[in-house]
């Protein structure tokens, strides 16, 4: 029994050593085969999302800019509608004022008390100026009240009244300003009241 059997373990060893190493070497390549995968496919992944991206900003930059063509047609269209209805106003004016000397002349008629007589009107925009010979003071204040009662004169403001010594009667001459209001014009009425 002294005899042992040498039983001789380094190529086993040797072999394993070998094996353990090629498994090594194959989970290592294993490994950077998935990583290489995975960096394929984050890579293919984020290109695809940059260029629909790309695709989604070029679709909005094309949306802009119709809105921005639509923006500028709607200005245009407002300049022009501006322009419309400046021009139907001025129409308006135009049919309103149509027969307004017709209503002025009628006015001063119905205005005119008995022993004031108008010698002289001239008309500088809206403002009349009326120039002429009464009887007396107080029928000259008569004459102011009622243009200012009436709705086609405003703002009356006698500038002078004085004894004409040229007359035989002795008649006062005076002068005095009214502004003309069409009353069929409501805004104009309103700011000529107001001014």
């Known amino acids: 029994m ?6 001789n373990l380094l190529p086993w060893r040797e072999e394993r050593r070998q094996q353990l190493t090629k498994e090594f070497y194959i989970m290592l390549g294993i490994s950077a085969a998935v990583a290489l995968l995975l960096f394929i496919l984050a890579f293919y992944y984020y290109n695809q999302s940059l ?8 679709f909005l930059t094309a ?9 500028a047609e709607i200005k245009e269209l407002e300049s022009k ?3 419309l209805i400046a021009r139907q106003q001025v129409i308006e004016e135009l049919q309103a004022s ?8 009628d006015e001063m008629v119905k205005t005119i008390p008995n022993g004031v007589f108008l010698e002289k009107i001239t008309q500088q925009g809206k403002v009349i100026t009326l120039e002429g010979y009464s009887q007396s003071h107080s029928r000259v204040s008569d004459y102011m009240r009622k243009l200012e009662k009436s709705e086609w004169f405003a703002d009356v403001e006698l500038e002078y009244i004085k004894a004409d010594t040229t007359l035989v009667s002795h008649e006062q001459k005076f002068k005095l300003s009214v502004k003309l209001v069409n009353p069929n014009l409501k ?3 309103v700011e000529e009241v107001q001014s």
Do not use: C, P, W, Y
């Not at 002294?2 to 039983?7: A, P, Q």
């Not at 260029?51 to 070029?58: A, H, I, L, P, V």
């Open 2 to 7: 002294t005899d042992m059997v040498k039983i």
């Open 51 to 58: 260029e629909f991206q790309n695709k989604r900003n070029s």
């Open 63 to 71: 949306e802009i800019k119709k809105l921005d063509d639509k923006i």
């Open 81 to 83: 509608k501006a322009g």
């Open 98 to 105: 149509r027969t307004q000397m017709v209503h002025l002349f």
């Open 187 to 189: 805004d104009d009425s």
